[in-house]
Each structure stands twice: as C-alpha cells, then as structure tokens.
C-alpha cells in the first residue's frame, strides 16, 4: 500500500463538523481508532507492536534490540487540524517498510516504526508529551497531573486507555535502544513550494514555548456595572494578546500566538470573573523566547493592576532551539541527492529526541505552505515520493 493510499483510509477519522478539519486528541475516540488502524496496519507488515508504557506505540521490524533505526511520527492533531501534521510521517514510515520488504530487504540491525502520543499537546496542553516522558524531559508527576479541559487528568485518561498511571515516566530501556531517528513530516510553510523540490531535509528547530496567563477580576453584570465600578479580566487579557503581537513584530523573526482564550463564566451578558489566555512564543536562538516573555509578562502585570486585577503567569513548555545532528543531516543530503535543507517554526518529537540519540527529519512539499489548518495539504506524487525518500535513507541507515 502507498503512502498516500494508507493517508487516504484516514479521511474522515476525527472529522471536526464544528471546528472543520480534525480533532484527534490522545485516547479520545478518534485517536484511538488511529492507534487500532496504525496496529493492524503494522501487524499486517509483520512487525511486532507494543505499547510502551507512556502510551507511544512501537512496531519491530524484527526483535528489538539496541542502536535501533526508528522512524515515525505521530497520529494526534491539533483541534481542526490538518490531515497531515503527524499521520504522514506514520503512514509514510509503514508505506517505506512496505516497499523495502518488496524488494527483499531485510534490516541489518534493529529496526521500529514508532507513534508518539499527544505531540500536539491538544488534550492536555504540554507539546510532544509521549517523547518528553520517554527521554525524561518532563516531570513524571506533573504528566500525570495534567488536566483536560474537563478535568481528567492524564493519568485517568492513560488508566482508561490501558496503562498503568504509576509507571508513565521516563523509560530508559527504550530510549536505549534507538540508535538513530529520523521523522518524515509535511513541510508547514511554503519552503519547497518556492524551492520547487517534493522533499527537504530538516536542519534546526527554533526555540519555542507555552505560557498560561490566568487573569482575575470581579464576575458582574454586564448592565448594572457602570465601567468605572469594574474589574474586568477581560481588559489586560485583550491588551496581552496585542502587546505579543507588538512584541514579536520588534524581534528578530519572533513569533507569538494567543490561539485560545477562555473566559469564565463566557456569559454575553456577564463580565467574566477570570479569564485565562495562552501564549506560544517562538525566537530563534537561546534567550530570545524567554526575554519576550518576560516583556510580555511586564506589559500583563502593568495591564492587571491599572484594571485592579490579579495575573498569575505559568509556564506550561519550554524548548532550546535544536540543531539536527549533523553527521546525519549530511548523510540524509548524500542519499537523498542534496535536496534543500530547511529550518522549521513548528515542534517535534524529532528534535525531542534530538538531546538524546542522532535525529534527523525530512519533510514533503506542503503546496498550500498551510498548517494547523483544514487548508494543509501535500499531493500524492509528493506523498510517496516522500515515502520512497524515507525507505532509502531507512535502507541505508539500517543496511
Ligand atoms: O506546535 C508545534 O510546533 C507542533 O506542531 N507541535
Ligand atoms: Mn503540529
Ligand atoms: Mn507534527
Ligand atoms: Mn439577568
């Protein structure tokens, strides 16, 4: 099955008839149909699956063992996501072994398919959990502690799925046995389209990170208050969300988003007692995100006071920008007959692991340059030359 054949029995999984696009967030429904697909799928090629104890999944091409050739992406989506982010790198990894056992390859070390869980932090709100719980590079207890927005937590909504909540945590022994990896992944801008190359080898990952901004003031009517009598959260959120924007647009090539925004109680009619706001901010280099941050939170304590409001910032994710390894970034070049290289704005798993074992990614032509949106989109021909891409670095790296 090609690539683009094994994305096509996605359509329709987790399709989101309000947001549009798909909503497929860690051991909700549609994901776990994922999962069920992605096993069956795996298990069809004659790799053996396990789930880990995190809730990744890993199919062996063979017994697993140490200094592993691993590939894969994830199965999660951000809400009204794109058909793309995650499940390409999946089924392109599955649609590579496919076309490497068709030729009579057989790997000369060991070798998994893997699929990460929450890359997207869409349930619980922290980015590449599944990989920052295997190599360690989260809080055991504060993973488990993570709440959805209904307030399950992680550790119910694992137990659920299967797993037993006292053992999510860092895991050694599989992280022990990756020797390299390398992610395929739809490009989420419009570098290939303007190159006019199907694939790229990845090069960095800029800095980026997750701050809650929870803002407090006097619940009240929207009629019977008179302005100058209000504490309205809603006031030092909003001119938040504009100072990111005013900050970013100073920096270097900074970025930051205020995607979601949650008033309580969210009455039309009611003036919110608190309102909570979270930023993503992105700056290249190793101060950057921080120091814009620590603007942002100038501006939101100075916005809070003058509306007699309290804010209460947390930090919720934080990423160094990551630079692929570089021997493997030179042989992916080599193989693959020098495409382009391309830094990214967008997260990880690979550059997770990057701190950890020699990682690498390439990426597939994104005509739309479209992400995090209904409107991502990569063609056919470019999804399987992607897939054909991976199956002979994998054939290489594993030779
Ligand atoms: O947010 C990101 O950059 C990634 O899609 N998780
Ligand atoms: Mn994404
Ligand atoms: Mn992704
Ligand atoms: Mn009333």
């Known amino acids: 099955m090609t690539a683009s054949g094994l994305l096509g029995e996605l359509t329709g999984v987790g399709a989101d008839r309000t947001r549009g696009g798909y909503s497929r967030h860690v051991f909700d429904a549609p994901e776990r149909e994922l999962r069920t697909w992605f096993v069956e799928r795996a298990q069809r090629l004659g790799l053996g699956v396990e789930t ?28 009204g996501g794109g058909a793309f982010d995650g499940p390409l790198g999946v089924a392109s990894a599955l649609a590579a072994v496919e076309l490497l056992q068709g030729k009579g390859f057989r790997p000369g070390k060991p070798f ?12 619980f709100g922290v980015p590449c959990l599944g990989s ?33 909540p006292e053992r999510i945590g860092p895991d050694p022994e599989r992280l022990g046995r990756i020797g390299r990896f390398v992610e395929l992944h739809v490009e989420q801008g419009r570098g290939l389209v303007d190159l006019g190359s199907p694939v790229a080898v990845g090069s960095t990952v800029i ?33 938040t969300v504009v100072a990111a924007r005013r900050l970013a647009s100073t920096a270097a090539d900074a970025r930051a988003t205020v995607g979601r925004l949650v008033p309580t109680p969210g009455g039309t009619n009611v003036i919110a007692s608190t309102v909570d706001l979270w930023v993503d901010a992105r700056v290249p ?7 814009l941050v620590e603007e942002l939170t100038g501006a939101a304590r100075a916005a809070a006071e003058a509306e007699g409001c309290r804010v209460e910032i947390t930090r919720e994710s934080y990423s160094d920008d990551v630079v692929f390894d570089d021997a493997l970034r030179r042989d992916l070049g080599t193989w693959l007959g020098s495409p382009p290289e391309l830094p990214t704005g967008a997260g990880h798993d690979a550059a997770i692991l990057a701190g950890f074992v020699p990682s690498g990614m390439l990426y597939v032509r994104n005509p739309t340059g479209i992400s995090h949106s209904p409107e991502e989109f990569a063609e056919s021909a470019d999804v399987d030359e992607g897939a054909r891409a991976l199956a002979e670095v994998l054939e290489k790296m594993s030779a």
Do not use: Y
């Open 285 to 291: 280099g190793d101060t950057g995100t921080l120091s």
């Open 207 to 239: 800095a980026h990170g997750r701050w809650r901004f929870s803002f407090s003031g006097q619940g009240n009517h929207a009629g019977a208050t008179l302005i100058s009598d209000r504490r309205d959260p809603m006031i030092p959120a909003a001119e």
């Open 52 to 79: 880990d104890l995190n809730g990744n999944i890993w199919a062996w091409w063979g017994a697993p063992g140490p200094d592993a050739v691993v590939t894969g992406s994830h199965l999660d989506s951000v809400p």
């Open 112 to 123: 998994a398919v893997v699929v990460f869980a929450e890359e997207e932090g869409g349930r």
């Open 132 to 164: 920052r719980l295997l190599t360690g590079t989260i809080d055991a207890g504060k993973a488990r502690a993570l709440r959805d927005p209904d307030g399950i937590t992680f550790a119910e909504a694992a137990a659920k799925a299967g797993l037993d």
